[in-house]
């Protein structure tokens, strides 16, 4: 179904207001510049449900919409783990580890490197993140998205994913590159309500063509029924999705890395957090965001699960014509990511449809914006800054945090065609990140809470943790991916911490960080939202184990 006149009507309108809420927030008043800290930290003004809704907007973009509900289609309810464990993984962020960044005073992650650790790390971790943002995080980022709107727009043949991705880019660069952070946070709240809004119009209007009578209950009553191996959250040894996520081992095991790793170290997450007026207000808004994240699963794994029933067609579901061919490939393997973009193209009526699609594309440019921004933050602060910059100048980082910004999209929309067709791109991307999260993870963890942790044993653990997750991942040995990043973590952690103690087992390393109880004091708001989460958490998992 194409759009009509009054889909572009809508969906215009919101590139529109984007666009000028975006540039409202980056003017300067007349015979004032731009700071550093005005563009990579929002001149640190950020209220609470503006980070909330930041982090939720920057997190959520084609990889959730596109990416995990093809992983509903293929697994199920059991991939929203990866939502509802990141609000417990925000509360300990909100309370271990903000208080530690706030009050070192960053703009970036690789500069806590530096302050505990050494220079050298920080540049070795800064030119790892630049390159991870551009060949993985931009590059999925802007192919899922192009994918999913020659899915939606066009024949789904592909020959409008490279249309797609150069508009998506042309649209995020508009009001990112000019404003900074300011620009992305503020819109974000629009972007992140946008999201939700028709995330939900999606899931409802999918449940009503469920089943010849109609009705969303009924579809969900229907898809519950009849696919009830898709709402458990705990997965058996015998389910062929085991090896992507592994039973129980989800709930204690290496999603904990992937979790800690994504929320608390990485640089295009934590950015609006560093922004906030005070740490207090930093700690509501990773509040606020731990409520958000437990609702996502509504609007990006319950797609999933009602495209798998409509393929299927078990008794009682509403014969959709050629459904069996959007899914399966020439060669008979399934394309799972075509769930989302097709429920709707497919169902959602004229109209709506300019609302559904601009909310994917909010939660695209969203984080595309947030990418392009911390991208250009760590190469402006950690590389050109202390190594290429010849000269003081006023506006002089802003002016390179631009340029930085503009030629990693660049890169960025050239390679993502190349990605190609791959099956379950989100878990394919926390995959393949997790050959090198573990070890950075392990540098950071001991770098915050373990004194005598050194320079010499951090380099030598994150150099080392690379071919130890090589080997586990080619061991003629099943191991699930996630159990590999354990296992590389805590051998990483044996590391670093024998090679500390190796050194000097006697005293603590000079840029050991003195904590005490006082440190990691939350107020009362933060911590009646932090039990009420672990509560609802409890009951899902309880209801759907």
Sequence with gaps: MNFNTLDYVVFIAYAALILTIGLWVSRTKKG????????????????WWAIGASLIAANISAE?????????????????????????????????????????????????????FSTNLKTILAVFWIALFIFVNLTSVLFLGGKAIDTILGTGDGSMIFPAIVALALFAAAYSLYGGLAAVAWTDVVQVTLLVVGGLITSIIALQHVTPDGGMLNGLSHIYDTAGDKFHMILKRDNPEFMNLPGIAVLVGGMWIANLYYWGFNQYIIQRTLAAKSLKESQRGIMFAAFLKLIIPLVVVIPGIIAYVMFSQPEGTAIIDGVSDVFQKADGSMNYDKAYPWLISSFIPA????????????????????????????????????????????????????????????????????????????????????????????????????????????????????????????????????????????????????????????????????????????????????????????VLYAVFW
């Design 32 to 47: 004032q510049t731009k700071t550093a800290e005005d563009y990579f930290l929002a001149s640190k003004s950020l209220p």
């Design 64 to 116: 959730q919409f596109i990416g995990m509900s093809g992983s509903g289609f293929a697994i199920g309810l059991a991939i929203a783990s990866y939502e509802w464990m990141a609000a417990i993984t925000l509360i300990i962020v909100g309370k271990y580890f903000l208080p530690i960044f706030i009050e070192k005073g960053l703009y970036t992650i690789p500069e806590f490197i530096e302050k505990r």
């Design 351 to 538: 109209g709506l449809k300019g609302l559904v699609v601009a909310a994917l594309a909010a939660a695209i440019v969203s984080s595309l914006a947030s990418m392009v921004n911390s991208t250009s933050t760590i190469f402006t602060m950690d590389i050109y800054k202390p190594y290429l910059a010849k000269k003081e100048g006023k506006n002089r980082d802003v002016r390179v945090g631009r340029i930085s910004g503009a030629i990693a999209l660049l890169i960025a929309v050239f390679v993502a065609p190349a990605l190609g067709n791959i099956e379950q791109a989100f878990q394919y991307i926390q995959e393949y990140t997790g050959l090198v999260s573990p070890g950075i993870l392990a540098v950071f963890m001991l770098g915050l809470f373990y004194k005598k942790a050194t320079n010499k044993a951090a380099i030598i653990g994150v150099i080392t943790s690379i071919p130890v997750a090589l080997a586990l991942k080619v061991t003629s040995l099943e191991i699930p991916w996630m159990d590999q990043m354990l296992y590389t973590f805590l051998i990483t952690l044996v590391v670093i911490i024998f090679i500390s103690l190796s050194s000097n087992h006697e005293i603590d390393d000079p840029k050991g960080i003195a904590v005490t109880n006082a440190t990691f004091k939350t107020g009362p708001v933060f911590n009646i939202g932090a039990y009420a989460i672990c509560i609802i958490l409890v």
